[in-house]
C-alpha cells in the first residue's frame, strides 16, 4: 500500500516540477502553442524545450492561462514540498 502511494506522490511531484519548469519559461511555452499546427504537435514542442515527458508537457498544456502567474508559481512550490514531506514520512 505504502508503495502505491508513494508511486503516486511521485508522479505528481514529477507533473507540478514539469509546470514549474512552464512557468519558468512561460514565454517560450507559449510560443510553442502559437506557432504549432495542432494541440500534439504543441505538446511534443513543449516536450523538447522542457525536457519534461510528453504526459508532463499535456498537463502544461491543460493549465488555465491565469495558473502560469508568480502567485501560482508559489501555490505549486509549497504543494511539491508537501508531497516531499509525505514521502518522507512513508520512508
Given at each position: 500500500m505504502h508503495s502505491q502511494r508513494r508511486e503516486s506522490l511521485?508522479?505528481?511531484a514529477r507533473i507540478l516540477r514539469a509546470i514549474l519548469?512552464?512557468?519558468d519559461h512561460r514565454?517560450?511555452?507559449f510560443?510553442?502553442?502559437k506557432d504549432?499546427?495542432?494541440t500534439d504537435a504543441a505538446a511534443v514542442a513543449v516536450h523538447?524545450?522542457?525536457g519534461v515527458s510528453e504526459d508532463e508537457a499535456r498537463a502544461i498544456l491543460d493549465m488555465q492561462v491565469r495558473r502560469?502567474?508568480?502567485a501560482?508559481?508559489?501555490k505549486f512550490t509549497a504543494h511539491i514540498a508537501l508531497l516531499h514531506a509525505e514521502l518522507d514520512s512513508l520512508r
Open positions: 511521485e508522479a505528481s519548469r512552464g512557468i514565454e517560450e511555452v510560443a510553442c502553442i504549432a499546427p495542432s523538447k524545450l522542457l502560469f502567474s508568480d501560482e508559481r508559489e
